[in-house]
T-cell receptor, first 113, second 111 residues
């Protein structure tokens, strides 16, 4: 009954490949986020959304697109994957607002060869 | 813009040692400050959070105090256990809803 799920959990692709990472939350939260985690950099925000059809740009958006199709579903798209996008990707959800904590999914390990 | 700094990339302790992880932040407002813990193979999860209203957070033996004067939010625990081995992230959240995370501190506790 995990509240934030991600798929796939592991993905290997080649340079130039097309990748979609999926995230679903059952928390009834308005906000959803995509992060990448790399050693020495912590969690860096790629894109986020405050509702279906909305998209906000994060701190490291280059090379990534995202789409929020419903309140529950948020997708991260890499249309021309590069080795620099090899990373651990996390999705999170929150109620939003300055007091709200984030709930994270288990992560997707992406390797771009 | 807002930022969070954690300079300790790794901390190695023995069981029952005192833990101190440094976190400083920069912002023009009064944000909510949080500590997250990430165990091996899992996503981060909230450890504790502090707002300007309560100033101090305590959870599972960990505590952190919101110090506006020094803009710090250090994490402490009196006596660590091997099960506390994890990565700890300091974070800041403001009204713009784009949270900022520190680089993380990996804690290793030897039995």
């Amino acid at each position: 009954e995990a509240a934030v799920t991600q798929s796939p959990r592991n993905k290997v692709t080649v340079t130039g490949g097309n990748v979609t990472l999926s995230c679903r939350q059952t928390n009834s939260h308005n906000y959803m986020y995509w992060y990448r985690q790399d050693t020495g950099h912590g969690l860096r925000l790629i894109h986020y959304s405050y509702g279906a059809g909305n998209l906000q740009i994060g701190d490291v958006p280059d090379g990534y697109k995202a789409t929020r199709t419903t309140q529950e579903d948020f997708f991260l798209l890499l249309e021309l994957a590069s080795p620099s996008q090899t990373s651990l990707y996390f999705c999170a959800s929150s109620l939003g607002g300055r007091y709200a904590e984030q709930f994270f999914g288990p992560g997707t390990r992406l390797t771009v060869l | 813009g807002d930022s969070v700094t954690q300079k300790q990339g790794q901390v190695t302790l023995s069981e029952d040692d005192f833990l101190f992880i440094n976190c400083t932040y920069s912002t023009t407002t009064y944000p909510t400050l949080l500590w997250y813990v990430q165990y091996l193979g899992q996503g981060p999860q909230l450890l504790l959070k502090v707002t300007t209203a309560n100033n101090k957070g305590i959870s599972r033996g960990f505590e952190a105090t919101y110090d506006k004067g020094t803009t710090s939010f250090h994490l402490q625990k009196a006596s660590v256990q091997e099960s506390d081995s994890a990565v700890y992230f300091c974070a800041l959240v403001n009204n713009n809803n784009a949270p900022r995370f520190g680089a993380g501190t990996k804690l290793s506790v030897k039995p």
